[in-house]
């Protein structure tokens, strides 16, 4: 296979063979700057899966090293995720049990990275991009800021040295207060916990350009050292395994299967959602062209490989691709830079971070959660249209009250029907001549808007399908009993984008009615598509042909010849172009 044709299946050979010398510096620096943030943050999501942390070593070496070779962008990063964790073990916990067998979990947890690797796979190649838009903006910052809430509360026992058996956000906020009342909470785990995370939080406000959760990790990690935290009460991690990760092969029951395989939808659509978000967020600020497709394949290698190394399912992340951005990375080899220091950690330095407190991990999680909210932006909405503000908080809740795999179900359902909604219920308005303005616009908008008496022009903003087909009827109707009754109903339907054969049918009949009322219903600025569906349809026999008019003008202009009515001001000239002078 020649080498561009490779390089289109394959984009890490293409890397490989314009790599320019010049770029290897920037890519090694960007790489080891790059590390010190995977470490403790794909430890910290392997917990929140519900997963030992040295999954999340696993896991994000062998996700770099998929994407690297098979992903479009030069500069994303993907790996363990924030907005994944909960959802991993939202599917995990129903099957393995809260506090179950981690080899099961481990094992369960490849199994679905494998589905989702092939279910991404499999939709890049059907070009299936477009079902990120199955969750519009305010879903996603809905869904976001309950993800973001539902981590938080999660995490708040691990923070203060105890933990807590529940499922769903009440019960886990209830759990929490429990532990608090009994006493429970570890005074030096809080103290670490919350000293963690205001560092990472007072870096990433005054001092964005330094990694703020490797000095926090390397902070906590010296108040153990300095007084001796784990005999205070403090567990840590202790030590990892010694060694390159083991090769497994995921295994799972048909009756596991099942379920993971429901887990996997949901997770593909939340990680397509993001790659593509990001891959254009960061392509944008490059000058780099978006292939949509190849970030699919590219993610869904990524799953693919994490899978045999006892990995789980994997996603981009903004925040790790700001850092490589920011420390000059050119190419994916930053990213297969940043595997190579954590393999090299995991077989000679093993025991480096066993001395890491679990609550500095809980904080690290916290941070994160904290970045997914987006309360600027739900304001935005409540300020900018409250109908999409509603649909926000009520995907927030979906997630907050149901869960996290139904809040996606919310969420996606929501944007659907909200789609659907705009169509079922279009905006309609009259159109009337209004002064010192050409053409005919919304009376709703120019309120001495002047009307021809015995027309009227209407507009209805949407394609006429059987949704609204009723809808369109009955505002007709409305229209037709205006007193005095119109002689001409004249639809401006240069909106109007199809019709489908429901919305025919009732055109026919509607027209039917409206003659034995002595009213003609005339179609104007209909799109050549659409004309030629309603001639397949015969309707253009049934209704008028001479009721057809190419523009508005020609139309009130017939309607004028046919019954002498004048506007009772004179009609306005158009501005005189005399060309260049």
């Not at 010398?21 to 090694?28: E, I």
């Not at 979906?398 to 279009?426: E, H, Q, T």
């Not at 202009?557 to 506007?567: K, L, S």
């Amino acid at each position: 296979m020649p080498a561009d044709s490779l390089g289109r299946w394959v984009p890490g050979v293409r890397t490989v063979a314009t790599y320019r010398r010049g770029w290897l510096t920037k890519d090694l620096v960007a790489g080891l700057v790059l590390s010190t943030l995977l470490v403790p943050q794909g430890m910290a999501y392997a917990e929140l899966a519900g997963l030992p942390p040295i999954t999340g070593l696993y896991t994000t070496v062998f996700g770099l090293l998929g994407y690297a070779l098979f992903g479009a962008s030069r500069i994303l990063v993907v790996g363990p995720d924030s907005s994944l964790g909960p959802m991993i073990a939202a599917v995990l916990i129903p099957i393995v049990g809260s506090g179950g067998d981690p080899v099961v979990a481990m094992g369960l947890a490849s199994m679905l990275a494998l589905l989702v690797g092939l279910t991404m796979t499999v939709a890049g190649i059907a070009k299936l991009g477009f079902v990120a838009d199955l969750l519009s903006k305010p879903t996603q910052i809905g869904y976001m800021n309950g993800l973001a809430l539902t981590i938080l509360v999660g995490q708040l026992p691990k923070l203060c040295g105890f933990s807590v058996d529940g499922s769903g956000l009440l019960s886990e906020v209830a759990g929490f207060f429990r532990g608090v009342a009994a006493g429970e909470v570890v005074p030096a785990a809080l103290g670490v916990g919350l000293f963690t995370l205001t560092v990472i939080v007072a870096v990433q406000r005054w001092l964005p350009k330094v990694p703020a959760v490797l000095i926090a990790v390397v902070g906590a990690i010296a108040a153990t050292w300095l007084l001796d935290l784990g005999e205070r009460g403090v567990q840590l991690v202790g030590p990892l395994p010694e060694g390159f990760p083991p090769l497994t092969l995921p295994h799972a029951s048909w009756s596991q299967l099942a379920l993971l395989m429901v887990g996997a939808i949901g997770i593909t659509i939340v990680s397509l959602t993001d790659t593509i978000s990001t891959a254009s967020s960061f392509a944008a600020r490059t000058g780099q062209e978006i292939r949509a497709d190849q970030e699919m394949k590219g993610v869904g290698a990524a799953n693919i490989a994490a899978c045999f190394f006892q990995g789980f399912p994997v996603s981009t992340s903004g925040s790790r691709t700001a850092v490589a951005e920011q420390a000059g990375a050119r190419t994916q080899v930053t990213g297969a830079v940043g595997a190579a220091v954590i393999l090299v950690m995991l077989v000679l330095t093993p025991g480096l971070l066993r001395d890491l407190p679990q609550p500095a991990l809980g904080a690290v999680v916290i941070a994160a959660s904290l970045s997914l909210a987006d309360i600027p932006g739900t304001l935005g909405l409540w300020r900018r249209r409250r109908t999409e503000f509603l649909v926000a908080i009520t995907a927030f809740l979906g997630v907050a009250l149901l869960g996290v795999l139904p809040g996606i179900g919310v969420a996606v359902a929501l944007s659907v029907l909200n789609v659907f909604r705009r169509v079922w219920w279009p905006y309609q308005t009259e159109l009337g001549r209004a002064r010192g303005v050409q053409g005919y616009h919304d009376v709703r908008s120019y309120p001495d808007a002047e009307l021809l008496p015995g027309l009227v022009m209407f507009r209805f903003d949407a394609p006429l399908i059987f949704a609204n087909a009723r809808v369109f009827r009955d505002q007709v109707r409305r229209l037709a009993r205006h007193q005095p009754a119109p002689r001409w109903i004249v639809l401006a339907a240069e909106p109007v984008t199809d019709v489908d054969t429901t919305a025919a049918d009732m055109l026919e009949a509607l027209d039917t009615e409206l003659d034995a009322r002595g009213v003609s219903l005339v179609l104007a600025e209909l799109k050549d598509p659409v004309r030629r569906k309603i001639d397949r349809y015969g309707l253009t026999g049934a209704l008028d042909p001479a009721h057809f008019f190419p523009t508005l003008d020609d139309a009130v202009a017939a309607y004028r010849a046919r019954t002498g009515a004048e506007w009772a001001a004179p009609v306005p000239t158009p501005p005189r172009d005399d060309g260049p002078g």
